[in-house]
């Protein structure tokens, strides 16, 4: 079955610090590979995207991710963390020939404490 | 603009009203879908329409019906729903790989 896996519940970072919001994924071929990030009562807000060339991608708001085919993960990085990142965070993934479909992780809350 | 804008931001309703959520992007996306959010959890796919065409209902229940008037609106019409149901709905539309969704519509059935 395809699915997409995000370990952590919770990842708790102080401001400043470099931040890790890991995913795997379980999809045969090469999917297309995402990261959404959620404030409280808002809708999903993109950040990135991976399709295909370099494995590291950049994104919105100093976020970039790399991609590991070996490894079928497509962790979220940042370099310095703001406390204004705290919020909850999707990875998903589109099946190959199927870009309607989104395969959601669980989420990870991200709390960056001053 | 990458802005898909939802009405309303908030909905109570009773089991036996009808009602309907809008949903509207002027980016020239040919795609557009509902889905569901529970608390804290990823959101669910209910609907997508392609080209104006309804192309993947995920086995929703006939008290929810969309509908797509033109190729910038997607309409989710509400009727005899369940507590259940009470939710975020959130629209969204397909540029040429990602989705971009709106705000939401926070729905309580009473």
């Known amino acids: 079955a395809q699915s997409v896996a995000q370990p952590e519940d919770q990842v708790n970072v102080a401001e400043g610090n470099p931040l890790t919001v890991k995913c795997t994924y379980s999809?045969?071929?090469?999917?297309?590979l995402f990261w959404y990030v959620q404030y409280p009562n808002r809708g999903l807000q993109f950040l990135l995207k991976?399709?295909?060339?370099?494995?590291l991608v950049k994104g919105s708001y100093g976020f970039e991710a790399e991609f590991n085919k070996s490894q079928t993960s497509f962790h979220l990085k940042k370099p310095s963390a703001l406390v204004s990142d705290s919020a909850l965070y999707f990875c998903a993934v589109s099946p190959p020939g199927n870009t309607d479909k989104l395969i959601f992780g669980t989420g990870t809350r991200l709390q960056v404490f001053p | 603009d990458t802005e898909v804008t939802q009405t309303p931001k908030h909905l109570v309703m009773g089991m036996t009203n009808k009602k309907s959520l809008k949903c509207e992007q002027h980016?020239?996306?040919?795609?557009m879908y509902w889905y569901k959010q529970k608390a804290k959890k990823p959101p669910e796919l209910m609907f997508v329409y392609s080209y104006e065409k309804l192309s993947i209902n995920e086995s929703v229940p006939s008290r929810f019906s969309p509908e797509c008037p033109n190729s910038s609106l997607l309409n989710l019409h509400l009727h005899a729903l369940q507590p259940e149901d009470s939710a975020l709905y959130l629209c969204?539309?397909?540029?040429?790989?990602?989705?971009?969704f709106g705000p939401g519509t926070r729905l309580t059935v009473t």
């Open positions: 980016m020239g996306h040919r795609a």
């Open positions: 969204a539309s397909r540029g040429y790989h990602e989705q971009y």
């Open positions: 999809v045969s071929g090469n999917p297309y």
């Open positions: 991976y399709i295909t060339g370099d494995n």
